[in-house]
C-alpha cells in the first residue's frame, strides 16, 4: 500500500507529548502506561479497536479528564495540572468524536463564536452584536475552505451528520491551533466530504501538528506519517503504517476484526 | 461572491419593523396605562417583570437555573430601603445602593454555586439564599419579623415629588425600560453570544478555551445586579422591605414567571410576570387559595405551551410570518 508523502516543510520537533500516561475508571484501567509524541508538521494516526481507549487519550491530553498517572508536555510546557480551556488558549485544540457544534446558531455564528475570542471579540458586554462583522471576512474564509458557503445561514442543528463534522472541523481550525486532535473527523462523512477533509488535514499539517483517530484504514495509509496502534489502553505497535500494518499482533488484534471500508 | 451576498440578506428589513411596530405599541400601552390602572399595581408588575427578565438572563441565555434568585430581590429592598431611610440618601442613590449590594451578594453566591452544574447548581443557590434569609431574619438592620417600614419614596432629582402616584410610575417605568435595555444590549451583543454558545454546548466553548466559569460568573452577577435593580425600585414602590421577598417561595415564583412567558425570549418573562401578578392581585380578593390555582394555571401552561406562551408564539405560523422565529432547546 502506498505510504503518504510527507509535506514537510520544517523540521519534526516535538510539540505534544506524554510519558507514562494512565487514567483508571473505578477498578477498571482504560489507559495505561501510554508514551506519545506528536511531532509539528507531522500528521499522527491512533488508531485501535472500539474501545481501545483513543477517546480517554484524547480527554487526557486536552485534560478535559485528569490523569491517573504521567505527565504530559505540550510545546515544552508541563500541562499535567492545567485546566482544559487554558490547554485550548496554549494552542491544544480538539474535535469531538459525537459532534460538537452549537446546534440552534447558524453556521456563521459557529464559526464566529470560535473566532471571537482569539480577536478579543467575547467579553464585550456593552458593544452591539453587529461589532461580531469585523470577523466575517475570516469567517466567510473558513466556510468556504470546508464547503459549507451554501449553509452559511443554516442553523447547525438542520445539518447533516456529515456537515456538522466539518463545520466542527471549520470551528476547531478557526483558533489556529499549533496542535490539532481529531477524534474521527471523517465519521460518518459522505465519500466527496471524506476527500476534501483529508485535503484540509494535510494542508492543515505543513505547519501544524495533527493527531487524529481514525478508523477507516486507507485515509490513514495515505494521510499519516505515523500511526500508533492502541488495545485495551496500551500500545500495541508503532511506526509508518507500512510497518504497523505488516506487525502480526496488530494484523490479529485490529486488522482482522475492523472494517477498512 | 455568492457568500458575501448571503451575508447580507442576513439582515432582512421586514421583522425588523414588525418588531419596532410591537415594541413602539408596547411602550404605547405602558405610557397609557395609568389612565385604565392603579398605578401600584402597574409598578408591582413592572417590578416583576423587570426581576423575571433579568432571572431570565441567567436561565435564558446561559442556562443556568438559580434558585437563589430571592436573596437578591429581596436583599436589595433591604440595602435600598435602609439607605434612603437611615442615610437619607435620594432614591435614584438607594437604588444603585441595592443594585450594588446585590451585585456584590451575587458574586458571592455566584462564586461557589458556579462549581456545580445542573441540579447541584440549583440547590446551592438555595441553601445559600437560604442562609442570607435567616440572616435577615436575625439581623438588626432589616428589623426581623417587622421589616423596614415607612420608607420614604423622596423626591427624585431633589426636585420630583414620587410620593405622587403619577410621577413614581413614570419613574418606575424609565427605571423598567432602562433595565430592559441593558438587559438587551447584553444578550445581543459579543458577550451574549459566548453566554449562548455555553448554554448550547458548553464543553465545546470550553474546547475553544472559553473560561466557562468566569463567563458564568459574569452572567450570574449581572443578573444579580438587575434582579437587585428591580428589588430596590419595589422596596420605594411599595415603601417597606420584608422577609417575602428574601423567601424561596418568591426565588420560585420567578421561576414560575419566566416559564410562563417563556424561556429564551426576551419579553415572555414580562407576560409571564405580568399573568402571574394579574392572578395574584385578582384571586386576593376572592375566596379561592391563590397557590393552588397559579399552581394550576403553571401546570395547563406548562401542558399546552411547552416553550412559554410568548415562546409558542413565536414559533406559531404568525409568529414566523412576522420574522419573531427563534428557536431554543427544551
Ligand atoms: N468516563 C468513563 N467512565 C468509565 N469508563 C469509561 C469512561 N470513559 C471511557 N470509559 C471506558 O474506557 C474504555 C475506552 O473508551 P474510549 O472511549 O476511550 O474508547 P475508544 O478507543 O475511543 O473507542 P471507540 O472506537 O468506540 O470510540 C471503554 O471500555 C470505556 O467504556
Ligand atoms: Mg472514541
Given at each position: 500500500m502506498a505510504v503518504a508523502t510527507p509535506l514537510v516543510n520544517e523540521a519534526p520537533r516535538v510539540v505534544l507529548s506524554a510519558r507514562g500516561l494512565r487514567r483508571d475508571f473505578g477498578g477498571f484501567t482504560a489507559v495505561k502506561d501510554v508514551d506519545l509524541d506528536v511531532h509539528h508538521a507531522r500528521v499522527h494516526a491512533l488508531i485501535g479497536p472500539n474501545g481501545a481507549g483513543k477517546t480517554t487519550v484524547f480527554n487526557l491530553l486536552t485534560k478535559f479528564l485528569q490523569p491517573t498517572h504521567g505527565t504530559i508536555t505540550l510545546l515544552g510546557e508541563d500541562i499535567t495540572k492545567t485546566a482544559p480551556d487554558k490547554v485550548a488558549r496554549m494552542g491544544l485544540v480538539r474535535s469531538f468524536q459525537i459532534s460538537a457544534v452549537f446546534p440552534h446558531l447558524t453556521v456563521l455564528d459557529n464559526v464566529r463564536v470560535a473566532l471571537q475570542r482569539p480577536n478579543r471579540l467575547a467579553t464585550q458586554f456593552w458593544k452591539p452584536l453587529s461589532a461580531l462583522d469585523a470577523l466575517n471576512g475570516k469567517a466567510e474564509e473558513l466556510i468556504r475552505s470546508v464547503g459549507l458557503e451554501k449553509e452559511v445561514n443554516a442553523v447547525a442543528a438542520d445539518l447533516s451528520y456529515g456537515r456538522k463534522r466539518v463545520l466542527e472541523i471549520a470551528t476547531t481550525l478557526a483558533l489556529e491551533p499549533k496542535v490539532l486532535l481529531l477524534d474521527e473527523p471523517m465519521a460518518g462523512m459522505g465519500h466527496e466530504d471524506v476527500g476534501m477533509v483529508a485535503e484540509i488535514i494535510r494542508e492543515v499539517a505543513r505547519e501544524r501538528a495533527v493527531l487524529m483517530v481514525e478508523h477507516n484504514l486507507s485515509v490513514v495509509a495515505t494521510l499519516c506519517h505515523h500511526v500508533t496502534v492502541l488495545q485495551r489502553g496500551e500500545i500495541l505497535a508503532e511506526g509508518d503504517y507500512a510497518t504497523v500494518s505488516e506487525d502480526p499482533r496488530v494484523r490479529t488484534a485490529y486488522m482482522g476484526t475492523e472494517e477498512t471500508s | 461572491m455568492t457568500l458575501t451576498l448571503d451575508l447580507a440578506k442576513r439582515k432582512e428589513r421586514s421583522p425588523f419593523i414588525v418588531q419596532t411596530v410591537f415594541l413602539g405599541v408596547g411602550l404605547a400601552c405602558l405610557l397609557l396605562a395609568p389612565l385604565f390602572f392603579y398605578p401600584v399595581f402597574l409598578m408591582k408588575l413592572l417590578c416583576f417583570a423587570l426581576f423575571a427578565c433579568a432571572f431570565n438572563l441567567l436561565l435564558g441565555y446561559t442556562g443556568l437555573l438559580s434558585f437563589g434568585h430571592a436573596a437578591f430581590f429581596g436583599g436589595a429592598a433591604y440595602f435600598t430601603a435602609h439607605a434612603v431611610k437611615e442615610w437619607g440618601v435620594p432614591p435614584e442613590l438607594g437604588i444603585l445602593v441595592g443594585v450594588f449590594g446585590a451585585a456584590l451578594l451575587g458574586a458571592v453566591i455566584g462564586f461557589f454555586a458556579i462549581r456545580r452544574q445542573g441540579i447541584y447548581f440549583a440547590m446551592i443557590t438555595l441553601a445559600l439564599a437560604q442562609m442570607f434569609y435567616f440572616f435577615c431574619l436575625q439581623s438588626g438592620f432589616t428589623r426581623g419579623e417587622d421589616g423596614i417600614q415607612s420608607v420614604p419614596r423622596g423626591h427624585l432629582l431633589g426636585v420630583i415629588d414620587l410620593l405622587q402616584p403619577t410621577n413614581m410610575y413614570y419613574f418606575v417605568l424609565t427605571v423598567f425600560v432602562i433595565g430592559i435595555a441593558i438587559i438587551w444590549r447584553i444578550i445581543n451583543s459579543p458577550f451574549g453570544m459566548v453566554l449562548k454558545s455555553i448554554r448550547e454546548n458548553e464543553t465545546r466553548a470550553v474546547s475553544l478555551g472559553y473560561s466557562v466559569r468566569n463567563y458564568k460568573l459574569a452572567a450570574f452577577v449581572m443578573s444579580a445586579a438587575l434582579t437587585g435593580l428591580a428589588g430596590g425600585l419595589k422596596a420605594l414602590v411599595f415603601q417597606f422591605a420584608t422577609l417575602t421577598d428574601v423567601s424561596w417561595q418568591m426565588s420560585g415564583e420567578v421561576i414560575l414567571m419566566t416559564l410562563l412567558g417563556g424561556i429564551g425570549t426576551l419579553i415572555g418573562p414580562i407576560f409571564g410576570a405580568g399573568l402571574v401578578v394579574t392572578l395574584q392581585n385578582y384571586l386576593?380578593?376572592?375566596?379561592?387559595?391563590v397557590t393552588i390555582i397559579t399552581g394550576v394555571v403553571f401546570m395547563v401552561c406548562v401542558l399546552l405551551f411547552r416553550r412559554g406562551i410568548v415562546g409558542e408564539f413565536y414559533n406559531s405560523r404568525l409568529g414566523r410570518k412576522l420574522g419573531f422565529e427563534h428557536r431554543h432547546k427544551h
Open positions: - | 386576593a380578593t376572592s375566596e379561592f387559595p
